[in-house]
């Protein structure tokens, strides 16, 4: 490992073969790091900070990306991904972690998933501790899903897509009409997000009632190199929900992906995901020290 070097990230080059270093180390658990949609959804989106993203690490041998340390959100969450056989530079990015990532008021939180054991002894060596953690439901394409849409409500057809009517229902389903006032009428998020390499909205599944309203949106980054129909995000608007609606939705991912060779679908922590027959499968840890 003698040619192994670091450096940091660069976002306006160095994204794309992040990418495909995401693609090439998943495993169904994220036992050597998050899917490559994770990242792209992120950086895609306008609820991460990403004026900090310089500080990320990345880790080479010979020109080959072996290892990753960034955040998502909030930057004070530390994620690591890093390739098989190269596990014992976990303690080197651990430590720069330690020294180098942001922090929120002293603290920073290392996001560990089942499976990354170096990166966890790492951790604990630093001093850090396992103060909580969660799984989440991904569904088995072997099973079936076949939710159907009740009365009154429609699949919006890909062709005719309201970037706007998406961007509205989103604000509402996420509950910041509730919490921060009326939608603005701001979509060029929206569209932004549509730059995004990998964004296809036509894969999307966006649910409308006979008004025309849109009232339950499900994202979908198809990621056919592993087989993975990653699901984000996920949203119905409030007085909407509990008429099946997003089991409808996810439904038709399971229908129009399954063909394509999709083998699951990512979730969530909540328990609608297990009541339609989602199983528990990537196991979140995180861990915890104050630091000054």
């Known amino acids: 490992m003698a040619e192994i070097i670091s450096r940091n990230f660069r976002v306006l080059c160095d994204f794309m073969d992040v990418y495909q270093f995401m693609i090439d180390i998943y495993e169904k658990d994220w036992r050597n790091g998050v899917p490559a949609p994770f990242l792209e959804y992120a950086l895609s989106s306008d609820w991460m900070d990403k004026s900090l993203v310089h500080r990320w690490k990345l880790w ?6 072996v290892g990753l340390v960034f955040y998502e959100n909030p930057v004070s969450d530390v994620y690591f991904s890093l390739r098989p056989g190269y596990e014992e530079l976990a303690d080197e990015m651990v430590a720069y972690a330690v020294s180098s990532m942001p922090r929120v008021n002293g603290y920073l939180k290392f996001v560990i998933f089942g499976g990354q054991n170096a990166v966890k002894e790492a951790a604990a060596k630093a001093g ?3 103060s909580s953690g969660y799984i989440e439901n991904v569904f088995d394409f072997e099973q079936s899903l076949n939710y159907s849409l009740p009365k009154g409500f429609h699949f919006v057809e890909s062709k005719r897509l309201s970037v706007e009517k998406i961007a509205e229902c989103c604000w509402k389903g996420f509950d910041h009409e509730e919490e921060e006032g009326p939608w603005d009428g701001d979509v060029e998020h929206g569209y932004y997000m549509l730059m995004a390499p990998h964004c296809h909205p036509e894969d999307a599944v966006v649910i409308e009632n006979d008004e025309g309203e849109y009232v339950c949106y499900a994202g979908m980054w198809w990621t056919p190199e592993n087989h993975l129909a990653y699901m984000e995000p ?3 608007i409030p007085k ?9 939705a996810l439904s038709e ?3 129009r992906l399954r063909p394509q060779g999709a083998t699951h679908m990512t979730g969530g922590g909540n328990t609608f995901y ?3 027959g989602f199983k528990p499968w990537v196991h979140w840890t995180f861990w915890e020290k104050k630091t000054d």
């Open 234 to 236: 996920l949203c119905t």
């Open 128 to 130: 850090f501790q396992q």
């Open 274 to 276: 297990e009541k339609i």
């Open 60 to 65: 080479e041998d010979n020109g080959r990306i």
């Open 253 to 255: 991912h399971y229908r």
């Open 240 to 248: 909407y929900r509990k008429k099946g609606l997003a089991a409808a």
